[in-house]
């Protein structure tokens, strides 16, 4: 055995044990940037993750902002569009109303203009309130005034309607104005 290798395995134990701490030590603060790299790297991460879905959300809300507005001004195109035809019967009843003699003619032409404007209000959801002799609803009718009762089952109901009320699907657009027995 050569002197080298009997200096190589008699080393003494104390030296292997600091040897392997400063081994641990250096790489405990390998490790300890490691740590902080991977933790700046996962807040980095995080922080692109909420801008994007910031940015997101912003976008999502300016659009429906946008399409809002787009169907509050164009909401109504399709009744508008269902009223053509209506208003261009008026227009052909009022040319020939120039030259009509005839008042029963021009009774029925407004007539069945009215019964057409009725249908298409229909199809859209209008109805109209039935109120005359009906018993007096807040929830349907506005009393403008109270007159005596013809007869006695009249008292409490309505007896004269001076504009009618209207429900679009089901809700009240327009109370009654009627007039009540008393």
Do not use: W
């Not at 269902?82 to 029925?108: C, G, H, M, Q, Y």
């Not at 009393?143 to 009240?172: C, F, H, Q, R, W």
């Amino acid at each position: 055995m050569n002197t080298n290798e009997s200096e190589v395995l008699n080393t003494n134990p104390e030296e292997n044990t600091s040897g392997e701490s400063q081994a641990k030590t250096e790489q405990a603060t390998a490790d300890q940037p490691l740590a902080e790299k991977t933790a700046e790297e996962k807040l980095a991460e995080m922080t692109d993750k909420y801008l994007r879905l910031y940015s997101e959300f912003d976008n999502f809300r300016k659009r429906t902002h946008k399409e809002r507005a787009d169907l509050i001004k164009t909401g109504g195109e399709d009744i508008f569009k269902s009223f053509l035809p209506l208003l261009d019967d008026i227009e052909r009843a009022l040319k020939s109303n120039e030259k009509a003699t005839d008042i029963k003619a021009v009774n029925e032409g407004l007539t069945l203009i009215h019964h057409k404007f009725s249908q298409s209000l229909k199809q859209k959801g209008l109805e109209p309130i039935e109120s005359i002799g009906k018993q007096f609803n807040v929830d349907l009718h506005e009393a403008i005034t109270t007159s005596p009762a013809p007869e006695e089952a009249l008292k409490g109901k309505v007896i004269d309607e001076v504009e009618k009320g209207y429900t679009l699907n089901g809700k009240v657009i327009r109370f009654s104005k009627v007039v009540v027995g008393s």
